[in-house]
């Protein structure tokens, strides 16, 4: 399955933004689908998933201001994101696994989008 990230861009600390990923080649609901996040410097993070079955995971420090749904009918994800911090700048990248589960690490993955980026300023 190819993934397209795209939503990113500037905003200030407080604003909400919301990222899509969309797939080509295969329909989404075979898919288990996460968000990662990799600020410069620092190693990729994983920020959501989406497993096949609908149920969601997030990493603690989005809990709450994050919210990863799907729309299987237009083959995307999507990560709503409220309340941003300039610790959230980072390039967002969407990541698919066709196993049933979603995971945490980004090993657990086998298909990535390009990423798309997200700079929160103060």
């Known amino acids: 399955v190819q993934l397209q990230a795209s939503g990113g861009g500037l905003v200030q600390a407080g604003e909400s933004m919301r990222l899509s990923c969309t797939a080509s080649g295969r329909s989404l609901s075979t898919y288990a689908m996460g968000w990662f996040r990799q600020a410069p410097g620092k190693e990729r993070e994983f920020v959501a998933y989406?497993?096949?079955?609908?149920?969601?995971t997030y990493a603690d420090f989005v809990k709450g201001r994050f919210t990863i749904s799907r729309d299987n009918a237009k083959n995307a994800v999507y990560l709503q994101m409220n309340n941003l911090k300039p610790d959230d700048t980072a390039v967002y990248l969407c990541?698919?696994?066709?196993?049933?589960?979603?995971?945490?690490?980004?090993?657990?993955?086998?298909?990535w989008g390009q990423g798309t980026q997200v700079t929160v300023s103060s």
């Open positions: 989406s497993s096949r079955s609908g149920g969601v």
């Open positions: 990541a698919a696994t066709s196993n049933w589960y979603g995971s945490t690490s980004s090993l657990g993955y086998g298909s």
